[in-house]
Nanobody, 117 residues
Framework: QVQLVESGGGSVQPGGSLRLSCAAS????????MGWYRQAPGKQRELVATITSGTTTFYPDSVKGRFTISRDNAKNMLYLQMNSLKPEDTAVYYC???????????WGQGTQVTVSS
């Protein structure tokens, strides 16, 4: 059974930082592409960051230079370091795994990030 368990969400002031974690099981972590997505109320889910098995990363312009995605294959862990947070970063953040060969996608339960003064 595939499980993605997230932690690290919370509430911070603008300019603050948070570090999200995702513990993965039931997948071939070392060869699967991992990512973070977010969804704000009334909006579609959007890509935040991805990292391949070769540690190639991608960020959209909205978070580039502020967010950093990383992985620890030995521990089956995925991380998202978020710095210089803005109110528009407020959303539910989801951990994602995309299986190699099949392309099947799996999702975590989501964790709330709130940025306000």
């Amino acid at each position: 059974q595939v499980q993605l368990v997230e932690s690290g969400g919370g509430s911070v002031q603008p300019g603050g930082s948070l570090r999200l974690s995702c513990a993965a099981s039931g997948i071939s972590f070392s060869i699967d592409t991992m990512g973070w997505y977010r969804q704000a109320p009334g909006k579609q889910r959007e890509l935040v960051a991805t990292i391949t098995s070769g540690t190639t990363t991608f960020y959209p312009d909205s978070v580039k230079g502020r967010f950093t995605i990383s992985r620890d294959n030995a521990k089956n862990m995925l991380y998202l370091q978020m710095n210089s947070l803005k109110p528009e970063d407020t959303a539910v953040y989801y951990c994602n795994a995309r299986k190699t060969f099949t392309g099947a996608a799996y999702w975590g339960q989501g964790t709330q990030v709130t940025v306000s003064s």
